[in-house]
C-alpha cells in the first residue's frame, strides 16, 4: 500500500520530497500546481527538490549554484493555471513555465516528479506551491519512491506519467515531455505489475472522478460509512455534491440503508479554542430523511501542536487544505487521497467540464485507513448548525482574459550565431485569430512592438532582439500581449529553448566571466561561483586575482604572461570536462556555457578582433583549446558516450570556425610554415587518441 503524508501528522512535507543522492543527481524535474508561489518555488522548493539541503537564498553565491545545478538538469518543467498566475515567473530561464487557461475549468492537479539515474519520485495530493501548502496548511499527500530496490510504487508512478498528457491538455508542454520520457525509461523496467492495493486517477473533463470512485468499490458489499474531508463545498440545493452522489450510490445499491456520513470542514471561531465547523447555507436546507443517511459535520482542529512551535511563539493556525474522501464497508475501505475538493466541478458532479485533478484511490482493510482523517475539536454538529457560517466556495475557472490563442512564447538560437537569441512566437489555431494583436517589450508602456499579427498571420513568428530588447527580456522574463478580444493587456510568461540556454547569462544580473577570470578558474584559483560576482565586494578571491591599478605591475596586457597563464590551465580544462559526463545537459554546458572552452576561445577571439592579441598568440590559444576539447572525445562512459562524442563534434565545429574567422580577418598571420606544422601535429596527436 502507498505511503501517505499529512501535515497534520508529519509538518516537514517538503523534507519527504528531498531525493537522496545515493541515487544519482537529479536529471529533471515536473511540477504542476493550481497556485505558484515564485518565492517559495526558488528559495524553498527548488533546492530541495534538487537536493542541495539547507538553503540561504540571501547568498548571492547560492544563487549562482542553483543556477549551476539547473543547468546539468535535462528539464525542469512547471505547469500552472493562468487564473491565479500574476506576472512573475520563476526566477531562473532555466525552469520552463507553462500558464495556460481553458473555457470553463481550471488546473487543479498537483503532481511532482523528480526523476534521478537510480529512481524516481513522485507526490500527489492537495498543496499547491506555495509555502502555505508546504509550511503551514493541514495537507494530504502521498510520496511515491520508485527504484530498482524498491518496485512497489513503479506501477503507480507509470501508470501517472502514461495518462498525464491526456490529462493535462492545454497545460502539457515539451519540456513536460521530456521530463516524462526521462521518467518512464527509469521507471519501465521495474514495473512487475499492477499495484493491488492502490491506483493512481487523473480526472477532468467528461471524466467524472465520482463515478470512478463507485466503480472501484466492490459491487458485493454496501459503503456503511462515508467520511468527506474538504476545505471547499459547492451549493447543494436544489442538488449538489452530496446529494447527487448518495443518489448514485443508492442506484448501484452499495449504500447501507442507515449509512453514516460525516463532513471534516474548516473551523470557525467562536469562543476562545470553541470552534464550529462551516458548510454553505444550502446544506441547512437538505432533506435528510429523504437522502436516508444520518449525517453529521466536525470541525478540523486548526490549532498547531505545542512540539511544533516555538517556545513563547504565538498560538498558530494551521487551515485545512487536505482532499480525502474515505468510505468504509464491514471489511473494506477505500479512500481518494488527491486534489479535488468535494465540489461539483471538483468530483464532476454538475454538467460543467469538470476541473483537471489528480490524486489516488487507496484500498484496504476497514480501520487500516483511519490515519487519513484529521483530528477534530468540539463535538459533531448538524448540517443546519454547520451551515450557519458561510464556507468559502471553490473558485471558478477564471473570468479574466488570457489570451489562449498565443501558445508559446520563447528565446531561440539565432541560426549560424549560437551566441545570440531570436524571439519565437507559436500561436494556437490560427483559424481562431479573429482580430489584431500585438507582443510589445516590457516597460516600454507599448512603444516598443516585438510582434503584431492579425487572422491569417501564422502558426510561428520568429524576430531579432536588439541587445537592449534582449536585456529586458531577460530581466522582466514576460512580454505585454495586447488583442482584440482584450481591452486591457495580459504579461504572458517566456521561456528559453534549451539549446539556446547556453547562451543565457548565468543570472540577468551577473557579470559575463572575461578572458583572466576564465583562465584563472581553470588553473584552480578562483571558485566557480566567484565568476559572477555581481561587484567587487561579492567576491574576495575574484578581486584579489584581477588588475586593481594597486598592484606594481598590471601583467594582464603582457601578451607572455597572457600566455604561460593559459598554458596553466590547460590541464583545468580537462579535468572540467571529465567531470562534465554526469548528464547530457552538464556535458553541453561544460562544452557551451558561459564558462567552458567555448566561451574562452570567443574571448580569445574577441582580444584578437580587438587588437589586444596577435593574430599567432591567438591562434595557438585556439589550437590548444581545440586540444583539450579533441581529447575529450572519450571521457564520457555508457549511456552517455554517443550523446558526448555529438556535443564534441559541436564544440570542434565551433572552433574551427572561430579559426577560419581568425585568418579570413588577418590574412597570412596564421599561415606560416612553423605554426602550420604545429597546428597539425597537435591535431594529429589528440585524433590519435580519440580515435
Known amino acids: 500500500m502507498a505511503k501517505r503524508s499529512s501535515s497534520s501528522s508529519n509538518r516537514k512535507l517538503i523534507d519527504r ?85 481553458e473555457p470553463g475549468r481550471i488546473m487543479h492537479a498537483k503532481v511532482t516528479v523528480v526523476v534521478q539515474p537510480r529512481a524516481v519520485r513522485l507526490a500527489v495530493g492537495s498543496a499547491n506551491i506555495t509555502a502555505n501548502g508546504y509550511r503551514n496548511n493541514r495537507e494530504a499527500v502521498t510520496v511515491l519512491v520508485a527504484s530498482e530496490k524498491n518496485r512497489a510504487h513503479a506501477a503507480l508512478i507509470a501508470a501517472a506519467l502514461e495518462n498525464a498528457p491526456a490529462a493535462l491538455g ?19 523496467p521495474w514495473v512487475d505489475g499492477p499495484s493491488d492495493a492502490a491506483s493512481f486517477v487523473w480526472s477532468g473533463g467528461k471524466d467524472r472522478l465520482f463515478e470512478r470512485f463507485i466503480e472501484a468499490w466492490p459491487q458485493n458489499e454496501p459503503i456503511q460509512r462515508l467520511r468527506i474531508i474538504s476545505p471547499f463545498w459547492s451549493e447543494e440545493v436544489p442538488t449538489g455534491p452530496l446529494t447527487t452522489f448518495i443518489a448514485r450510490l443508492r442506484r448501484r445499491n452499495v449504500l447501507a440503508g442507515d449509512g453514516e456520513v460525516d463532513l471534516y470542514t474548516e473551523a470557525r471561531a467562536i469562543q476562545k479554542d470553541r470552534f464550529q465547523p462551516m458548510l454553505p447555507p444550502s446544506y441547512a436546507r437538505l432533506d435528510i430523511e429523504r437522502l436516508a443517511i444520518r449525517a453529521r459535520v466536525w470541525a478540523v482542529d486548526p490549532r498547531v501542536s505545542k512540539d511544533e512551535i516555538e517556545r513563547d511563539a504565538v498560538q498558530a493556525i494551521r487551515c485545512l487544505h487536505a482532499k480525502v474522501l474515505l468510505a468504509e464497508g464491514a471489511k473494506t475501505s477505500l479512500a481518494y487521497v488527491g486534489s479535488a475538493n468535494f465540489t461539483a466541478q471538483g468530483w464532476g458532479f454538475s454538467d460543467a467540464p469538470a476541473h483537471v485533478e489528480a490524486g489516488l484511490f487507496v484500498r484496504g482493510r476497514r480501520g487500516e485507513l483511519d490515519a487519513l482523517i484529521p483530528p477534530i475539536t468540539g463535538e459533531a454538529c448538524t448540517l443546519a448548525e454547520a451551515a450557519t457560517a458561510r464556507v468559502q466556495l471553490e473558485g471558478q475557472a477564471s473570468g479574466s482574459p488570457w489570451p489562449r490563442f498565443i501558445d508559446d512564447v520563447r528565446l531561440v538560437e539565432d541560426v549560424g550565431h549560437c551566441d545570440r537569441l531570436r524571439l519565437r512566437v507559436r500561436v494556437n489555431n490560427v ?40 536585456r529586458t527580456l ?34 540577468p544580473e551577473a557579470k559575463k566571466p572575461g578572458e583572466h577570470d576564465l583562465v584563472s578558474y581553470y588553473q584552480g584559483r578562483i571558485a566557480w561561483e566567484e565568476l559572477f560576482a555581481m561587484s567587487e565586494d561579492d567576491a574576495t578571491s575574484k578581486q584579489a586575482l584581477s588588475f586593481d591599478g594597486k598592484s606594481l605591475v598590471d601583467t594582464t596586457r603582457i601578451e607572455s604572461y597572457r600566455i604561460r597563464e593559459f598554458v596553466e590551465a590547460l590541464r583545468g580544462i580537462r579535468d572540467d570536462l571529465k567531470s562534465a559526463v554526469r548528464s547530457e545537459a552538464s556535458m553541453r554546458f561544460a562544452l557551451r556555457g558561459p564558462v567552458s572552452p567555448i566561451a574562452l576561445a570567443r574571448e580569445v577571439f574577441a582580444s584578437a578582433r580587438g587588437g589586444k592579441r596577435t593574430a599567432v598568440a591567438a591562434g595557438f590559444q585556439l589550437i590548444e583549446i581545440r586540444a583539450c576539447v579533441l581529447d575529450a572525445s572519450n571521457y564520457a562512459p555508457e549511456p552517455h558516450r554517443e550523446q558526448w ?17 581568425l585568418r579570413a580577418e588577418q590574412p597570412g598571420a596564421l599561415d606560416a610554415t612553423g605554426f602550420h606544422t604545429y597546428a597539425t601535429a597537435l591535431a594529429a596527436h589528440f585524433e590519435g587518441h580519440s580515435s
Open 17 to 101: 520530497l528531498q531525493p537522496d543522492l545515493k541515487d544519482g543527481h537529479v536529471e529533471a524535474i515536473l511540477a504542476t500546481s493550481y497556485e505558484f508561489d515564485p518565492d517559495f518555488f526558488d528559495t524553498d522548493l527548488l533546492p530541495t527538490l534538487l537536493g542541495l539541503g539547507a538553503w540561504d537564498d540571501l547568498s548571492w553565491r547560492a544563487r549562482i549554484a542553483l543556477e549551476r545545478e539547473l543547468a546539468a538538469t535535462s528539464a525542469v518543467a512547471l505547469a500552472v493555471d493562468a487564473g491565479p498566475y500574476r506576472e512573475r515567473r520563476p526566477r531562473s530561464l532555466r525552469v520552463d513555465l507553462r500558464a495556460a487557461s
Open 170 to 188: 492545454p497545460w502539457w508542454s515539451p519540456a513536460c515531455e521530456q521530463v516524462r520520457a526521462r521518467a518512464q525509461s527509469r521507471v519501465a
Open 431 to 470: 483559424e481562431d485569430v479573429a482580430g489584431a494583436w500585438r507582443l510589445t517589450l516590457p516597460g516600454s508602456n507599448g512603444a516598443m512592438t516585438l510582434v503584431e499579427a492579425g487572422p491569417g498571420g501564422g502558426e510561428e513568428h520568429v524576430v531579432a532582439l536588439s541587445a537592449e530588447a534582449l
Open 474 to 507: 531577460l530581466r522582466e522574463q514576460h512580454v505585454i500581449v495586447h488583442w482584440w478580444a482584450c481591452t486591457d493587456s495580459t504579461a504572458f510568461p517566456i521561456n528559453v529553448d534549451e539549446p539556446a540556454r547556453d547562451a543565457l547569462p548565468i543570472a
Open 645 to 661: 562524442r555529438k556535443l564534441v563534434d559541436s564544440a570542434l565545429a565551433d572552433l574551427d570556425q572561430l579559426l577560419a574567422q
